[in-house]
């Protein structure tokens, strides 16, 4: 089976703060088509669905995106084949809205490796920002000019089967 990214929302502004939430369904590339989406991406939310009052459309980032625009993806996994046993094998259908949460500075949570990009061995320190046209966040030894900086690393769990890089946005 496939491996798709883990995430956890262990300090997340969201978890109590409703509004702090967003619905978006990820268009892909062009805007226009619905694309499955991993857990531990991050999208731009910026527009309304059509015709909907609470559905945002998700696109991809570009690496100086405004860190209010961007949401992380983080729906809860909710297999729709009974044979998926584990977080990995869980990805947001396409065309069905997800749960984002908004970015705000002291927020914490964690991330499997499938969800970044950039470094091969991510570690405590490293910076994490955007990427250009990617759903990825970037991990890289020290920020990047003119890059929307997410935060830091600031520590590597093992959580069972989990290899967790837990970021704190700043």
């Known amino acids: 089976m496939a ?3 883990v995430v956890r929302t262990d300090n997340m502004t969201g978890t109590d703060v409703r509004s702090e ?20 991406s991050v999208l731009k939310a910026s527009e309304l669905v059509e015709g909907e009052r609470e559905v ?13 625009e961007v949401v992380l993806i983080a729906a809860p996994e909710v297999p729709y084949d009974e044979r998926l ?7 947001n259908p396409a065309g069905k809205a997800c749960r984002g949460y908004r970015l705000h500075s002291g927020n914490i949570f964690s991330v499997t490796k499938e969800a970044l990009a ?14 250009a046209k990617s759903t990825k966040l970037n991990v890289v030894a020290s920020a990047t000019d ?3 900086t ?3 690393i ?9 290899t967790y890089y837990v970021i704190k946005v700043d």
């Open 3 to 5: 491996k798709y990214g």
């Open 85 to 91: 046993r584990n977080l990995d094998e869980f990805i």
């Open 154 to 162: 600031i520590d590597v769990e093992i959580a069972g089967r989990y």
């Open 21 to 40: 939430l967003v619905s978006v369904k990820y268009m892909g590339t062009d805007k226009k088509t619905a694309t499955e989406i991993e857990n531990g």
């Open 56 to 68: 945002f459309i998700g696109e991809q980032v570009a690496k100086d995106t405004p860190i209010r």
């Open 118 to 131: 950039g470094l091969a061995t991510p570690k405590k320190g490293n910076v994490v920002e955007l990427a």
């Open 150 to 152: 997410v935060g830091k």
């Open 146 to 148: 003119s890059t929307t």
